[in-house]
């Protein structure tokens, strides 16, 4: 992903989930209620960070909550925004990069879904986005992420992938480089037309960090670890263990 994020898959990318049975949001949806609930968190303020076009948020209102979304890509921010205006002032989005976020008031919650922190490709941007999501949360405000782990890379990101629409077809073309521990997604759209066939193409860049990376960088950025635990995001044989969800408190008053 580059610093501006997204360029191509913002116009498809709802369509493109639903090709798979179920979006992420609405899979990742039972598991953060189920965090509320274990960790005794009530609903208040939020932002979702690399919100995407704002799904969540949608599926966090009827509970109370009042949402802040934030995305680097240009092209989701304008999708979230088609999504979610008519929710004004409970749900609002913002054009910003996670490694520099200014958000003002500070909120309870920060969530951060769907493998967004394996955006970060280094040590420094990780660190800048923490400390950013840190700053932004009240003191003990949680932060709740995904990432996809090494076992995921290894599993999911090789070979071929083509998805057919009556709109588009998406081409993804992927690979993990394990010693680097870097992983590659070429991406090429083509559009569906009576009289020209339009093609776009961008590159996904992820990194994936080991808990180790993860935790000290919590650490330093001032939250105590509540728990980083694998599971099965789409909950289907295969996809156990692919992604780990971690929860974390800030515990300094910065």
């Known amino acids: 992903m580059t610093p501006a994020g ?35 968190i009530a609903a208040s ?12 948020a949608l599926l966090l209102r009827p509970y109370g909550w009042h949402v802040m979304c934030v995305d680097a890509s240009a092209g989701m921010v304008r999708e979230a925004r088609k999504k979610c205006t008519i929710h004004r002032p409970q749900i609002t989005v913002s054009h ?32 800048a986005a923490f400390g950013g999501i840190s700053r932004a949360l009240k003191h003990g405000g949680w932060f709740i992420f995904d990432v996809n782990n090494d076992l995921c890379f290894r599993t999911l990101w090789k070979g071929t992938q083509t998805v057919e629409h009556r709109a588009f077809t998406l081409h993804l073309e992927s690979d993990y480089n394990i010693r680097e521990r870097r992983a590659h997604s ?21 990194r994936c960090f080991s808990r180790a990376e993860l935790k000290r960088t ?11 635990e694998d599971f099965n995001f789409a909950d289907v044989p295969g996809m156990a263990g692919l992604k780990t969800l971690w929860v974390a408190q800030k515990t300094n008053g910065r």
């Open 6 to 40: 997204y360029r191509v898959l913002p116009a498809i990318y709802d369509r493109w989930q639903l090709t798979y049975g179920k979006d992420y949001s609405s899979l990742i949806f039972p598991r953060l209620l189920q965090t509320f609930r274990r960790y005794a």
């Open 45 to 56: 303020t939020l932002v979702d960070i690399a919100c995407g076009t704002g799904s969540l």
């Open 96 to 127: 910003q990069d996670m490694r520099q976020l200014r958000l003002r008031p500070r909120y309870n919650v920060a969530t951060c879904m769907f493998d967004s922190v394996n955006h970060l490709t280094t040590l420094r941007d990780l660190r």
């Open 186 to 206: 070429r991406v090429k759209l083509s559009w569906q037309g009576s009289h020209r066939r339009r093609v776009q193409e961008e590159v996904v860049t992820e």
């Open 218 to 228: 919590l650490d330093a950025a001032g939250f105590y670890v509540h728990s980083a």
